[in-house]
């Protein structure tokens, strides 16, 4: 089982960048899938970026140019780097860790954009 710890979150104005952390910790295939979600109020929680351990990426198209994931060298820190925020990206942003059938989600950071 793994455990997901988030942070990172806050308040910043538009056009500024904020950075969010997720350390896994426990026992976990080191052949996995990490990824940010993120969920605004009265919507459904949608993809932002994910990380494969072998080294591949996939970002939603609207943080594309913007948002940067990346993992440390031991694959079990995600960062995701959010550059030009927009009040519109204002949401709590989950961390997820996938591994084969196995999922699991962190407790969820606060982002918030104002204009």
């Known amino acids: 089982q793994v455990q997901l710890a988030a942070s990172g979150g806050g308040l910043v104005q538009a056009g500024m960048s904020l950075r969010l952390s997720c350390v896994a910790s426990?026992?976990?295939?080191?052949?996995?899938?990490m990824g940010w979600y993120r969920q605004a109020p009265g919507n459904q929680r949608e993809l932002v970026a994910v990380?494969?351990?072998?080294?591949?990426?996939n970002y939603a198209d609207f943080v594309k140019g913007r948002f940067t994931i990346s993992r440390d060298n031991a694959g079990n820190t995600l960062s995701l780097q959010m550059n030009s925020l927009k009040p519109e990206d204002t949401a709590v942003y989950y961390c997820?860790?996938?591994?084969?059938?196995?999922?699991?989600w962190g407790q969820g950071t606060q982002v918030t954009v104002s204009s």
């Open positions: 990380s494969t351990s072998g080294g591949h990426t």
């Open positions: 426990g026992r976990f295939s080191s052949n996995n899938v």
């Open positions: 997820n860790f996938r591994a084969g059938a196995y999922s699991d």
